[in-house]
């Protein structure tokens, strides 16, 4: 039991969101700061801990689930999002927050990121998005700047980077946004702007890999980035303004809430046989025999 500043007791202290693993990345990786926002945000809005998983792909932002102190399931290259839907469903009382990488979302997972995003099924997909792979030494992902230089592509990548928050647009997702490894405050809300939204929330994190990716630095970012709420005009509940916004990319880069929207049917709340109790925790007439399953699977 901690108390916050305003003296109200809080049910679960900064420690619950922690775990002994210390996660294996290179001294200043973006990564850092993306496992702190993560904790501070699930503490900043007293998410039960034992009523969260973090389900994720597998890279060097994926280990990052074994540092926070909730539930988790480390499941393989691209798969995490169908892996979420699938704990989703079985059961919806839970909070699912999904982790991949560039590769893993926009590469080899690209499919499940679609329909993870048509579906709309509620949960948060964070994009740590280094522009590289860096858990196979940097290689060009689907993300890196055209002309991008890696030992597989040592006269620069010769193919057109995806921009995620477009893809998340236009394939349905209703939350949709941008933060940054170098911006711990904005990061930490965003995120939980992302938790607290009902539907696909997506947020791709310019997530920094100092040891691999010398062009997309900080001090790329710095002077191009700025957060849409400063752009007066603008209106993250308008899918059209929502779609131009994120197309920006080069001297300016937008940041922040680029899309919202409360009113499309999310996944799990349309599907009648789970409108009571969570699967997970309905009565059996008989025990389920999952070894009989996994044996049957050999
Ligand atoms: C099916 C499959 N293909 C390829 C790999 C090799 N592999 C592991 S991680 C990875 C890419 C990691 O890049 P990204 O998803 O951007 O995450 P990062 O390490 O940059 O955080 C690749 C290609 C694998 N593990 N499984
Ligand atoms: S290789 Fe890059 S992404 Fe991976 S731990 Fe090192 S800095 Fe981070």
């Not at 994720?56 to 539930?71: F, L």
Request: aromatic residues 8%.
């Amino acid at each position: 039991m901690s108390i916050d500043q305003d003296g109200i007791k809080l049910k679960f202290d900064t420690s619950e969101y922690k775990t002994s693993i210390h996660p294996k990345w290179c001294p200043g990786c973006g990564d850092f700061a993306i496992l702190k926002a993560v904790k501070n945000a699930l503490y900043e809005l007293q998410i039960d801990p034992t009523q969260t998983i973090l389900v994720a792909g597998i890279g060097c932002s994926s280990k990052m689930m074994h540092s926070v102190g909730v539930y988790g399931l480390h499941t393989i290259h691209g798969r995490a999002l169908p892996v979420a839907t699938g704990v989703k469903l079985g059961n919806h009382g839970l909070n699912v927050i999904a982790f991949g990488g560039d590769g893993d979302m926009m590469g080899i997972g690209g499919n499940h990121f679609l329909h993870a995003a048509r579906r709309n099924t509620d949960m948060l997909l964070i994009i740590p998005n280094n522009q590289t792979y860096g858990l196979t030494t940097g290689q060009a992902s689907p993300t890196s700047d055209f002309g991008y230089k890696t030992s597989t592509s040592p006269d620069g990548t010769i193919e057109m980077p995806l921009n995620a928050t477009q893809l998340a647009l236009t394939a349905g997702a209703t939350f949709v946004a941008r933060s940054s490894s170098a911006d711990n405050d904005h990061l930490q809300k965003m995120i939980e702007e992302g938790i607290k939204h009902e539907g696909f929330a997506v947020i791709d994190v310019l997530q920094f890999c100092i040891t691999f990716n010398k062009i997309n630095t900080p001090d790329y970012y710095e002077p191009r980035l700025y957060d849409t709420s400063e752009d007066k005009d603008f209106d993250p509940s308008d899918l059209n303004q929502a779609m131009v916004k994120s197309y920006q990319w080069g001297d300016k880069i937008p940041k922040g809430v680029i899309y919202k929207n409360t009113t499309k049917p999310v996944f799990d709340k349309e599907i009648p046989q789970l409108q009571n109790t969570p699967m997970a925790l309905r009565e059996h007439d008989e025990p389920v025999n999952v070894s009989k399953i996994f044996n049957d699977l050999r």
